[in-house]
């Protein structure tokens, strides 16, 4: 009897920055290389390709993940968000903005998952999530400030070798603030 043949490729639709792409991957091929090398979205970067620095971070569902370890499979049929996918045209989100204004990046290489890690932290904080520096993590209490130990703590799986740490954390805590307000006056135009 003749072994049952098995395909090692898969054809698929991702849903990547509002835009539909199909293309057809093997089943061992990363999201950061489907996107990189297949898709010419370079600006989500290949770091350790192993995990470890986040300078691949992508939003997957509105949630952060590296993408060096997320097979590509995996993400179909999930809205993924690159770097390119962050601004509303040449409007620059907040958080970019604010790494902009503060000088949150040095050669500039891991600034596209830190600023896409960044967003999911300030969502993550602001729906009440806690990290390993929250005092207080019951469900019931309300979110701690975004303090500088919770920033460095929530970005602490982003590693910046040109040692921008401090920029870094005032950028998210500026991109925190404006988000804030911008949910504060959606809510107000909500209730008017």
């Known amino acids: 009897m003749a072994p049952a ?3 090692t490729t898969s054809t698929l639709t991702l849903h990547i920055n509002g835009e539909k792409h199909h293309l057809s991957v093997d089943h061992r091929t990363t999201l950061l290389d489907a996107l990189r090398e297949r898709l010419g979205l370079t600006g989500t970067k290949k770091g350790c390709d192993q995990g470890q620095c986040g300078a691949c971070t ?3 569902d509105r949630r952060r993940v ?3 370890l997320h097979l590509a499979v995996a993400a179909e049929g999930r809205e993924i968000t690159t770097i390119e996918g962050i601004a509303d045209g040449d409007d620059l989100h907040p958080v970019q903005q604010a790494f902009l204004d503060l000088d949150g990046y040095q050669c500039g290489y891991c600034t596209p998952g830190q600023i896409c890690s960044a967003i999911a932290v300030i969502e993550e904080h602001a729906a009440g999530w806690p990290s390993a520096a929250t005092e207080d993590v019951r469900p019931e209490s309300v979110p701690p400030p975004l303090t500088p130990d919770e920033i460095r703590e929530r970005m602490s799986g982003n590693l910046c070798r040109c040692g921008a740490y401090v920029s870094i954390v005032q ?3 500026r991109g925190a603030r404006a988000h804030g307000e911008a949910r504060t ?3 107000e135009e909500a209730a008017a």
């Open 5 to 7: 043949s098995s395909s």
């Open 66 to 68: 590296v993408s060096c």
């Open 58 to 60: 992508v939003l997957v």
């Open 171 to 173: 950028a998210v805590a």
């Open 185 to 187: 006056a959606t809510a």
